[in-house]
């Protein structure tokens, strides 16, 4: 079964991926880091004193309910502010709430993502005087090795780790702390994926 799955073939990504708008994906590694450096100055660009705009929460849930997301607020590449996490005690579903204050009318991208899964980028989201709800943000695990997409690579590197125990491994892609059957099916289903780009959808 597994020998089959190496052969699988990716298909390229498409020049729209490319294109200079689209956000790039922050590293698994660096997540944690830019929470931290960007929450200063998501504070001071929201100040609720001097700011009076509209709140945009973000829905998500993930394979993984232990581990937070960095959900970014985003005009064209560059990050504006990180998201507050507003509701977590629906960790059983791996429901979770996050929210922008006081974000002003205009036309942003909102990134999510996560250790060991695939990112997801909202494209052009529109604010303007009414709060604004995004709905349904399902993170995919299995992008262990953060590359954006999930292939032979990630496989190789699950299967190194069967087995393993303890906090923050990598490969732990559901959470429980083991390296495991578990974290196979959920890479297994997600193989051949790609970070999610979400488009508005045509006006015709």
Do not use: C, W
Request: hydrophobic letters at 45%; glycine letters at 8%; proline letters at 4%.
């Amino acid at each position: 079964m597994l020998a089959s799955l190496f052969a699988f073939m990716l298909p390229s990504a498409s020049a729209s991926d490319s294109a200079a708008n689209i956000p790039q994906k922050t590293s698994g590694t660096g997540i944690i880091a830019k929470v931290a450096m960007l929450a200063a100055r998501s504070s001071a660009q929201y100040d609720d004193s001097q700011l009076i705009g509209v709140t945009v929460s973000v829905f998500v849930t993930s394979a993984n309910p232990s581990k937070p997301e960095l959900v970014e607020l985003l005009q064209g590449d560059e990050v504006v502010a990180i998201a507050t996490l507003a509701i977590s005690e629906d960790v059983a579903e791996g429901l979770r709430e996050y929210t922008f204050q006081n974000v002003q009318p205009g036309t942003y991208n909102v990134r999510v993502s996560k250790k060991g899964h695939l990112s997801y980028t909202k494209i052009a989201l529109y604010v303007g005087s009414d709060p604004v709800r995004l709905l349904g943000v399902n993170l995919l695990a299995g992008d262990i090795n953060n590359d954006g997409q999930i292939d032979g690579k990630d496989l190789m590197l699950l299967s190194a780790s069967i087995g393993k125990q303890g906090p923050d491994l990598d490969a732990d892609l559901n959470g429980d702390e083991i390296v495991d059957s578990a974290d196979l099916n959920l890479l297994v289903a997600n193989y051949g994926k790609r970070d999610v780009l979400d488009y508005p959808l045509a006006v015709m």
